[in-house]
C-alpha cells in the first residue's frame, strides 16, 4: 500500500517563496506528481520526479529524494492566484494510477 | 481538444438509488481512471480501464462499477447510494505507457454527487 502524508494548510505573502514539503511510504514507486486544485476545479498538472533531483519550471520547481521517501514543491515569486490545494501523489509502480495525499491547502495574501 | 469531459456537472440522488456517471477522455487517450474526492481530501483511486476492461481496482466495494466502450469513453456505476458517497467524482485520462514511461494524467472538472 502506499502512505502519503503532506501539511494541511499553509500561509504566505504575495511575493514570498514556499516550500511544501511530501513525504511518502510505498510499496511500489514509479515518479511522483504534483497537482494544483482551485476550489472546484479538477486538479491540473504542474510537475513530475522519477529520479533523484529538482526539476524547474518557471516559478515552481519540485525535488525528490527516493531513499528518503521525500518530495517537495517549491513556489517562488508567489502570486495571488497560487491560492490552492497541492496535491503530492505517487504513480503505482505497474500501472499509471495514482496514490495522492490530503492535499496542501496555500493561501496567499497580499 | 476538447480535453477530459464529465457529464453530469451536478447530481442529487437520494439512499438507495442508483448512479451513473459519464466521461470522455482527451483525444488520443486510450486510458480512464475514476477518482472519488471527498471534501478536503485527495482523491482516491477507484478502478482504471484499458481495452474495454477493468486493469486495476482500488479499495472500493463492488457497488462501484465501471464499464469503457470502443470509443474509449467510460461510465461509473454506483449502486445503492449511500450518504457518504457524496463526494466528487474525478475522471483521468491517460495514454497507456510502460511502466517506466512518463505517462501524465489529465483530469476532467468533475461530477459533483449530492446524496441525500
Known amino acids: 500500500g502506499q502512505n502519503i502524508d503532506q501539511p494541511t494548510e499553509m500561509t504566505a505573502t504575495e511575493g514570498a517563496i514556499v516550500q511544501i514539503n511530501c513525504t511518502y511510504q510505498t510499496s511500489g514507486f514509479n515518479g511522483l506528481f504534483w497537482y494544483q486544485q482551485h476550489a472546484g476545479e479538477a486538479p491540473t498538472f504542474l510537475s513530475y520526479?522519477?529520479?533523484?533531483g529538482l526539476e524547474e519550471k518557471g516559478r515552481f520547481s519540485s525535488f525528490l529524494s527516493r531513499s528518503k521517501g521525500y518530495s517537495y514543491l517549491l513556489l517562488k515569486e508567489l502570486q495571488m492566484k497560487d491560492s490552492a490545494s497541492y496535491l503530492c501523489?505517487?504513480?503505482?509502480?505497474?500501472?499509471?494510477?495514482?496514490?495522492f495525499g490530503k492535499g496542501t491547502m496555500l493561501l496567499v495574501s497580499p | 481538444d476538447a480535453g477530459v469531459t464529465q457529464s453530469p456537472t451536478h447530481l442529487i440522488k437520494t439512499r438507495g438509488q442508483q448512479v451513473t456517471l459519464r466521461c470522455s477522455p482527451k483525444s488520443g487517450h486510450d486510458t480512464v481512471s475514476w477518482y472519488q474526492q471527498a471534501l478536503g481530501q485527495g482523491p482516491q483511486f477507484i478502478f482504471q480501464?484499458?481495452?474495454?476492461?477493468?486493469?486495476q481496482r482500488g479499495n472500493f466495494p463492488d457497488r462501484f462499477s465501471g464499464h469503457q466502450f470502443p470509443n474509449y469513453s467510460s461510465e461509473l456505476n454506483v449502486n445503492a447510494l449511500l450518504l457518504g458517497d457524496s463526494a466528487l467524482y474525478l475522471c483521468?485520462?491517460?495514454?497507456?505507457?510502460?511502466?517506466?514511461?512518463?505517462?501524465?494524467?489529465?483530469f476532467g472538472p468533475g461530477t459533483r454527487l449530492t446524496v441525500l
Open positions: 520526479n522519477v529520479l533523484d
Open positions: 501523489a505517487v504513480r503505482d509502480g505497474r500501472y499509471s494510477t495514482l496514490t
Open positions: 483521468a485520462s491517460s495514454k497507456l505507457a510502460g511502466a517506466s514511461s512518463y505517462n501524465e494524467q489529465f
Open positions: 480501464y484499458y481495452e474495454e476492461e477493468e486493469r
